[in-house]
């Protein structure tokens, strides 16, 4: 479990942008915490520790050139990326469940996508694969990176700015929200499960 706090504090912007830059599409990031993240980044640019005017632009820019990058990827690798065997940084099971979630939500998983863990990390490589038209993947992109990357992070602004003393609960507001966006990636995998037992 990462101390998101500590990470922040520790690695400001730049530690900010390598993680959201990875975990939005170079199959490496699926491990990093990246709601929380973007939480208790608003929450600390609301006690002047970042500025929110730097802050928010970043994270957009990490999460769209991420997306992007991975989605070449997935054009230019193709279907190999099923054939790697699985490892700490990469895990076939995860490429899997992407592709049946992007296949079930269509243009729209690109979007839904950013606020499921694993998902976001594998979908625009799955969209890549597909072939999926880049102008609407890119449309879709920009969206999904808006109302995940600043949305999260300007909801833990303006909460910082109205809750006196917020970051004393910092630590279990991050855990409902870790707890809360894994809740997509269990009714993925549950349903997965079920089919196998058919």
């Known amino acids: 479990m990462f101390d998101v706090v500590s990470l922040v504090k520790t690695f400001g912007y730049f530690g900010i942008f390598g993680i959201v830059f990875a975990e939005s ?16 980044a608003g ?13 928010t632009p970043l994270i957009f820019l990490a999460a769209v050139l991420g997306d ?11 279907e190999k990326l099923f054939e790697r065997e699985s490892s700490f940084f990469f895990r076939r099971s995860h490429a899997v469940k992407a592709k049946e979630f992007f296949s079930e939500h269509g ?9 499921v863990p694993v998902m976001r990390t ?10 999926m038209e880049y102008k609407k993947f890119f449309f879709f992109d920009l969206i999904g990176g808006l109302l995940w990357g600043v949305g ?5 602004f303006f909460l910082g700015n109205i809750i006196p003393d ?21 009714k993925v995998w549950y349903s997965a499960w079920k089919q196998t037992k058919r």
């Open 25 to 40: 599409g170079l199959m490496v990031g699926f491990f990093f915490p990246g709601d929380s993240l973007l939480f208790t």
């Open 152 to 156: 999260l992070t300007l909801i833990g």
């Open 122 to 131: 594998f979908v625009p490589v799955i969209a890549g694969i597909g072939r």
């Open 107 to 115: 243009s729209s998983a690109v979007v839904l996508a950013r606020f």
């Open 166 to 186: 917020v970051d004393r609960y910092l630590l279990p507001i991050v855990g409902v929200i870790v707890t809360v966006s894994l809740l997509p990636v269990i």
């Open 68 to 78: 992007n990058i991975g989605y070449f990827l997935g054009r230019e690798a193709g």
């Open 43 to 55: 929450v600390l640019a609301s006690a002047n520790f970042l500025n929110i005017w730097i802050l």
